[in-house]
């Protein structure tokens, strides 16, 4: 199993350009979400899923979209590049709510 | 609202001694899930050790060891005989309820002296 897979690793973006970030699981996980991890915090909560079609937005969804066709994808979608979304993002999954979330490796956006 | 503090931005230990990371939480919830993540400069999330509150045991996974005050909402990590591969960075989670996600504290930078 790859578990939870991210691309692209980096990705430089001028401002106003748009994006999406890449988010696959072959664990058939019900659960996935999407975080941002800034400098000195932790990780937030950016938008989630509970299964195929279903979404909801968490802590900081602003200026992001998502969606869910399969079980396996969750792509993050980036609708106009800010500097403000300068972060490292995580892809996660779980099998059940409240279990343990296993994190794909991350990908470093830096906005100009 | 549920919380997650790490007070020690920073812990430095021996090689081969032990050292202890704090963490404590706030939450209305009386069943949940408590877990320690370890992030090295690779920057992968890591689990380290899961603790459900229901259970009084201690969780124990190799040299990582927990210590769980489900009162006192307190839910410290153990290493022990660590390694230079520990130095990273710790984070402690708390399952934050309805949408699944992991709260996080900020994070306890561990440095490993040989």
């Known amino acids: ?112 | 609202a549920q919380t997650v503090t790490q007070s020690q931005p920073e812990m430095s230990v021996q090689e081969a001694e032990t050292v202890t990371l704090s963490c404590t939480y706030d939450t209305s919830e009386s069943d949940y899930y408590l877990f320690w993540y370890k992030q090295p400069p690779s920057r992968q999330m890591i689990l380290v050790i899961r603790q459900e509150a229901y259970k009084q045991q201690n969780a124990t996974e190799n040299r990582f060891s927990v210590n769980f005050q489900k009162a006192a909402k307190s839910f410290s990590l153990k290493i022990s005989d660590s390694q230079l591969g520990d130095a990273a960075m710790y984070f402690c989670a708390h399952y934050g309820g309805s949408q699944g996600n992991l709260i996080f504290g900020k994070g306890t930078k561990l440095s490993v002296k040989p």
Request: proline share 5%.
């Open chain 1, 1 to 112: 199993n790859a578990g939870v897979t991210q691309t692209p690793k980096f990705q430089v973006l001028k401002t106003g350009q748009s994006m999406t970030l890449q988010c696959a699981q072959d664990m058939n996980h019900e659960y996935m979400s999407w975080y941002r991890q800034d400098p000195g915090m932790g990780l937030r909560l950016i938008h989630y899923s509970v299964g195929a079609g279903i979404t909801d937005q968490g802590e900081v969804p602003n200026g992001y979209n998502v969606s869910r066709s399969t079980t396996e994808d969750f792509p993050l979608r980036l609708l106009s590049a800010a500097p403000s979304q300068t972060s490292v993002y995580f892809c996660a999954s779980s099998y059940l709510l409240g279990l343990e979330q296993y994190f794909g490796p991350g990908t470093r956006l830096t906005v100009t």
